[in-house]
């Protein structure tokens, strides 16, 4: 089974390369914003607690985003493994998720890292802020600060999988596919070795 963490800060290009990934390893996509909307719009229990946070403008608490996920994993089983975006953010959820695919007698096989220069990252968003019309795309100022919580939001959760001997650094730099080539390299070493 092959369970990745793909990671990187906003404009890395996660969301190409999973979408690449997940068709050539046939791995089932865990997107927390998508498993958020899902449980919001259907009215979930989980759903309707998770959105009493968020009506408050509240972070919603790690042990109600880890039940959605725990319960996404029961729903959504692939023997072939699992690509995750958005989540871990925290090490307490990274201690989660671990008990969670230890109880299905699986882990984490690799958190990847696209590696991108700030400064290339700032121009990345820009551009796409003209076509996506995402707000948060259209201001330098807005962007960097981003990128300022993402390095101290999520730089202990790479230390933690660093220090387990499951993160990887890849260039990010380059075409979509010359940047899927390394991406597959990384995981296609993990999935024959196991390592």
Known sequence: MLNIILFGPPGAGKGTQSAKLIEKYNLTHLSTGDVFRF???????????????????EL???????DMVADFLDQNFNDNGFIFDGYPRTIQQADALAKMLDDKNTTISLMV??????DELVKRLLERGKTSGRA??????????????YQEETAPLAMHYSDLGKYRGVHGMGSVDEIFVRLSHCLDIVSETGE
């Open 60 to 66: 919603v608490p790690d042990e109600v985003t880890n």
């Open 39 to 57: 449980n919001i719009k259907n009215e979930t229990d989980l759903g309707v607690l998770a959105k009493s946070f968020i009506d408050k403008g």
């Open 113 to 118: 890292a696209l590696e991108v220069e700030e």
């Open 136 to 149: 948060d795309d259209q201001s330098e100022d807005t962007i960097r600060n981003r990128f300022r919580v």
